[in-house]
């Protein structure tokens, strides 16, 4: 069991975002950065890893620039939160990673294309990349995306990039971590949904209360419940 | 070149293709099944997997191989719809459906006629297109008996016979007995719903599913595991095609499946028969025919359409059993309008049991309330259950906006969603809408298919005033119920821009006149008499119920009509 809290979350987006070449300091969004004044010293060292994806969150298709826009950008639109985990906590990266190589291979472009406005979006609005820009800052920018007043964007259009990043964030939060995401069951934690229960009771369906069982159950583990 | 030949080939291995494979396979007839997709076995239903198969859409057409586009009026171009809600292997949309389980009412067969007796002939939208089933209601009573006893369908009647029954639907048409079976076990979302609607003086029931509240022939129980619309049954319980007609149907040894075959051909001589039909095999091979003396077209909707708008010839040269030029028009589907209701004082958790339309109110549904100074006419069944009839927290999340003031992203998405998911219900106001003949399905002229066919291509816009009007007061009905739960958060989703929602209809209409409809009340095409098209594309009329049972009621009596007459004296069954 893992405790989802501040120093938890700095961890795993620390660890997203040193793949950023030339990793340090710069890399971690201001806001974080000044939350977690002791934690980034550690990011300030340069990834030393033989394998850099490993333990990382992804490895089959983002780059590292790419990798860490999306942690940021899916952290924003599901931010973690002391007992409530966000979509670093529950690896949405990982999920979005993997799914580029296997269901959604046919998507690849337009994650390229779309992060590649976003940076130029960015660069023209903020002159800095979106994973430099504080919470605020980024929150606008996501706005801008869906609403459309985003430039710089032929194709996807934003509210498009908007809406495919939302879905897949829904998914990488909630779908059995057998895709790669709820890492932890960190998403059925973060709502209170127990996951594949073979049968519910009559007193089940009939409860006002919290469901009783003592398990979330997915396809391939299961572990104790604890609401988040 | 495979050729085989058979008495009766049938196009659609669903809900209509099952129950004519297992009826006509029984009095002797040699049947061959073609089907685009796959046979499944409950064992395959294993992974509850909610991206798999709700997301994703698993036993759903692949929208990228078949692609269905939609455009709101010929001045624009279409686009493939993103989804697809019917079926793509043995079983059809039986497969993943909800179950729900309904008999038409009586005037639902009549909805001119009953109009027009009530409110005058000015009361019917001038631009619509309604007109009479050429069956009513008493024709096909035997037939929805037949039906609900062969597969198992779990409910209570509200009319035995004439006497109404409290707990029942007291609005439904008079039935001569009892459901097989008692109603599924109710949930915080029934009691809920009941209990507001009860308060407001209407008339809530458990909704009628093809779902086992008991053991039934062979099969078990239903688990209430919640893994049900959108899923296959993983044990077996829901009464799906799979598991009863098809079985049925092997039994007879008269019957042979084809899978994984698309057929892009029905083949007809210049005598203007119908000579059987020709497809692709799995290995993309197009030299595949079957000869048969009877061809019956039982796929979903579009592909009944493309299919007889594909096989044109000289002889047809606007497709076949189009000489009423009625092909492809007055297509219907149901209008979704949809309201959620949030509690702070109980959970619903409404992830568990079969998911979609739990309990219902029929009160506001077809003609069963004055509409004198309502400005429409028909209705909208009414029922509660999660959000995009699925109760999962991806469907949850993808299907229901937060309330007014909370955004669908961030920290206030986070905290909203965090706190209600186990905390709300929704309803569904499932509009019928009248057909309109510029509603329509054809040939998209740009966009293909993996076989290189062209897509169905619909030119559809719910948005006219009678509809508009109906959805209005069907939000404020739930508007008004979700306010008598004693919810905290009442709000109600935005209606869709004109698309086509689920269980299109309409298309190659029945009718008592071969000049403005395609086929009689037996599907028997008016043009070519050995060429049959069973499904909900020969609705009339939409109804606010959904369509399975009366087209399955409908594929019972088109087999006994085949039965009974066609072979004896095969030719027309009814003279026009």
């Known amino acids: 069991m893992i405790e989802l809290d501040e120093a938890r979350r700095a961890f795993l987006l620390r660890a997203a975002l040193a793949a950023v070449a030339g990793a340090g300091i710069g890399t971690v969004p201001e806001s974080l950065a000044q939350a977690q004044p002791t934690q980034h010293q550690h990011s300030a060292q340069p990834a030393v890893h033989p394998h850099p994806s490993s333990a990382r969150g992804f490895g089959a298709f983002f780059n590292d620039d790419d990798a860490a826009t999306v942690a940021a950008l899916t952290e924003r639109l599901m931010p973690g939160a002391p007992g409530k985990p966000g979509a670093l906590d529950a690896g949405v990266l990982n999920y979005i990673d993997l799914a580029l190589v296997g269901a959604y291979f046919d998507m690849q472009d337009f994650y390229r294309r779309g992060l590649n406005s976003l940076e130029a979006y960015c660069q023209k609005t903020h002159k800095e990349s979106f994973v430099k820009l504080g919470d605020a800052r980024q929150n606008e920018v996501i706005a801008a995306l869906a609403n459309g007043k985003a430039t710089e964007f032929d194709w996807p259009r934003p509210q498009a990039f908007f809406n495919t990043l939302r879905t897949h964030t829904v998914e990488g939060m909630f779908a059995d971590p057998i895709h790669g995401g709820n890492k932890d069951f960190a998403g059925w934690r973060l709502v209170d949904f127990p996951g594949a229960h073979p049968v519910f009771s009559q007193a089940d369906m009939l409860s006002k209360n919290a469901f009783a069982g003592d398990q979330y159950i997915g396809l391939q583990s299961r572990a104790p419940r604890r609401r988040a | ?576």
């Not at chain 2, 002797?28 to 294993?46: C, Q, Y």
């Not at chain 2, 998405?413 to 998911?421: E, M, S, T």
């Not at chain 2, 709300?424 to 106001?429: C, E, F, I, N, W």
């Not at chain 2, 510029?438 to 293909?448: A, E, F, G, V």
């Open chain 2, 1 to 576: 070149m495979a050729t085989e030949k058979t008495d009766v080939v049938i196009v659609g291995a669903g809900a209509a293709g099952g129950i004519l494979a297992a009826e006509l396979g029984r009095a002797g007839m040699k049947v061959i099944g073609l089907e685009r997709g796959p046979r499944l076995a409950t064992k395959d239903f294993a992974p509850q997997d909610e991206l798999r198969f709700f997301q994703r859409q698993d036993l759903r057409p692949n929208v990228k191989r078949q692609p269905v586009t939609w455009r709101p009026n010929t001045k624009s171009r279409a686009t493939p719809i993103p989804s697809q809600s019917y079926g793509n292997q043995a079983g059809g949309g039986t497969v993943h459906y909800g179950a729900v389980s309904w008999r038409f009412h009586e005037d639902d067969f009549k909805v001119r006629s009953h109009t027009i007796a009530r409110y005058g002939a000015s009361a019917i939208p001038e631009d619509s297109s309604v007109i009479d089933w050429p069956v009513s209601y008493t024709e096909l009573e035997p037939y929805y008996d037949r039906i609900e006893y062969e597969i198992g369908v779990s409910g209570k009647a509200g009319n035995l016979q004439g006497r109404k029954i409290d707990g029942g639907n007291v609005f439904e048409a008079p039935r001569q007995r009892e459901f097989p079976l008692p109603p599924l076990q109710v949930d915080q979302v029934g009691v809920t719903f009941d209990a507001a609607t009860k308060k407001l003086g209407y008339h809530p029931f458990s909704t009628p599913r093809a779902i086992l509240s008991q053991p039934y022939k062979g099969r078990p129980a239903c688990s209430y595991c919640g893994f049900c619309q959108g899923f296959g049954c993983h044990i077996g319980a829901k009464s799906s095609t799979l598991v009863t007609n098809l079985p049925d149907a092997d039994a007879t040894n008269n019957f042979k499946l084809i899978t994984n075959a698309m057929v892009y051909h029905i083949n007809t001589d210049n005598s203007g028969r119908a000579t059987g039909v020709s497809y692709y095999g799995p290995d993309g091979s197009a030299d595949n025919t079957i000869e048969a003396e009877i061809v019956i077209v039982a796929p979903f909707v579009y592909d009944s359409v493309r299919l007889l708008l594909l096989s044109k010839t000289d002889k047809f040269p606007n497709g076949l059993a189009n000489s009423s030029s009625h092909l492809g028009r007055h297509l219907m589907s149901h209008i979704g309008a949809r309201v959620f209701a949030a509690f702070d004082d109980r959970h619903i958790n409404v992830y568990m049991g079969p998911s979609a339309q739990k309990h219902t109110i029929d009160d506001f549904n077809g003609d069963n309330f004055d509409h004198s100074k309502l400005g429409f006419i028909r209705g909208s069944q009414i029922s509660a259950g999660p959000a995009g009839l699925e109760g999962g927290p991806i469907a949850s999340a993808m299907n229901m906006p937060p309330p007014p003031g909370v955004p669908n992203w961030g920290e206030g998405y986070r905290d909203f969603f965090a706190k209600y998911y186990t905390r709300y219900l929704a309803m569904t106001g499932q509009t019928e809408e009248l057909p309109y003949p510029n509603q329509i399905i054809d040939l998209d002229p740009d966009i293909r298919d993996a076989w290189g066919l062209p897509a169905p291509r619909m030119t559809y816009d719910w948005r006219r005033p009678n509809e508009l009007k109906r959805i209005e007061f069907v939000n404020e009905k739930m508007l008004e119920i979700g306010r008598a739960m004693g919810a905290t958060h009442v709000w109600r989703a935005p209606s869709s821009p004109g698309t086509p929602g689920s269980h299109h209809q309409g298309g190659t209409r029945m009718g008592s006149n071969p000049k403005e409809s395609v086929v009689n009340k037996f599907g028997q095409t008016w043009d070519i008499p050995n060429l049959f098209v069973i499904g909900s594309s020969t609705f009339p009329t939409s109804s606010g119920f959904n369509p399975t049972l009366t087209i399955q009621a409908l594929a019972y009596m088109s087999a006994d009509a085949i039965i009974k007459q066609y072979r004896k004296s095969p030719g027309p069954l009814i003279r026009a």
